[in-house]
């Protein structure tokens, strides 16, 4: 346990620090405004990241685990055909859009970075149930340098944009696929494969526009009550709170084995008091480190982003808490009881925006955020302590 956590910990506080870094250059070359074209294609990956592969991550995880590698790799080539399939109408889409509506051709790169860092996700979520958290650290890490080393270049020497931005993470994502986790595209149209990637995921497609909702309509809200400047200082902070997420992964990460092959010994009091305890040790180290450092890292334009990141490290908080009972839910294949948590956190969303954003801004959209991730979380432990007799446990 303890070489996982340091293989995971280690590489995520590399990424995490090379991700910190980046953001002074990002924010040296992109204007708020930019930054703000940026947020709102981010949004757009949003929702199209779960679309590839049907948000199937935990059942990579649970096949790999308990199935033969021919009934495997069979599910891997159906996820292949679909996930093509899925590219190829969001590209076809995103020029029409584009066109009609005279937008950034910055979207008309979204279904590509999509398809590619969805599928680095599930070939990292296998890694984690093959025990290879070298190669899984390393991957991610290399994704952020990368990305950097691209992007920088072509601001440096050629043009600065949100484009070249999402460009540098698409080449970025491909030659970490292709090259260092050699994933194998490998299509062949199963139905019954097909069906089965649509059954497990479909509860959890329809879960990503309440989790959009949550997550990313504010942005839409500041764009629509103020203006693509707050839009950009938004996007900033919850881009700095998003890297505590990455402390989240770490841990599911060490821990997931652990918890698919001994479902009933992890819902136990104390393995969820030890989960809980490094949640908390992680996000206080997280807000004191951000708080003493980050004004070093932000030029004076950007340093406003700093309040609203503190409140919003606060939600990412409360979305972890969920971690647990996600894995619970999915190894059951109860998946519908999270769209029914993030329907009920989307609703407290919503509201709230619209309540609080023309009055407070960015500080509202993030006050928003906190309290319909606190919702999701409880939610979703009512759900599964209610539903615990019927899982058996």
């Known amino acids: 346990m303890f070489k996982k956590l340091f293989y995971y910990g280690g590489f995520s506080v590399g990424t995490t620090l090379f991700g910190v870094f980046s953001l002074p250059v990002l924010t040296a070359f992109l204007t708020p405004s930019e930054y703000g074209v940026l947020g709102l294609a981010l949004t757009v990956l949003a929702l199209l990241l779960p679309l590839n592969t049907f948000s199937n991550e935990h059942n990579v995880q649970k096949l790999r685990t308990n199935s033969s590698l021919d009934e495997y790799y069979s599910y891997w080539s159906a996820l292949c055909s679909f996930s093509f399939l899925v590219l190829t109408v969001a590209f076809l889409l995103a020029i029409v859009i584009v066109y009609l509506f005279n937008l950034s051709t910055v979207f008309c790169l979204i279904p590509a970075l999509a398809f590619a860092r969805a599928f680095r996700l599930l070939k990292q979520a296998e890694l984690t149930v093959t025990e290879r958290e070298f190669l899984y650290g390393m991957s991610t890490l290399l994704v952020a340098v990368l990305s950097f080393i691209i992007t920088f270049s072509v601001f440096y020497f050629y043009n600065s944009s949100a484009s070249i931005r999402v460009f ?194 960015t500080l509202g959209a993030a006050l928003s955020y906190i309290t319909a991730m606190l919702t999701y979380s409880l939610t979703l432990w009512f759900v599964v302590i209610r539903k615990k007799r019927n899982f058996n446990i």
């Open 168 to 361: 540098g993470l698409l080449l970025a994502e491909f030659l970490v696929c292709v090259v260092v986790l050699k994933i194998k595209f490998d299509f062949q149209f199963n139905v019954v494969k097909i069906r089965e990637i649509m059954l497990f995921g479909f509860p959890l497609m329809i879960s990503v526009i309440p989790a959009w909702f949550i997550n990313e309509s504010s942005r839409f809200f500041l764009l629509r009550y103020l203006s693509l400047t707050e839009v950009g200082f938004f996007t900033l902070a919850f881009q700095i709170s998003a890297i505590y997420l990455q402390f989240n992964t770490v841990l599911a990460n060490t821990f997931v084995k652990r918890i698919l092959e001994n479902i009933e010994e992890a819902f136990k009091f104390k393995f969820v008091s030890l989960i809980f305890s490094i949640q908390i040790v992680c996000v206080l180290t997280f807000l004191v480190s951000m708080n003493l450092f980050g004004g070093y890292f932000l030029p004076d334009s950007y340093l406003s982003s700093l309040t609203t990141a503190n409140y919003l490290v606060i939600g990412a908080f409360f979305q972890s808490l969920g971690l647990l009972p996600s894995y619970y839910l999915s190894y059951y294949r109860t998946t519908k009881f999270r769209l029914y948590s993030l329907i009920v956190a989307a609703v407290v969303a919503i509201f709230l925006n619209f309540f609080l954003i023309p009055n407070y801004g």
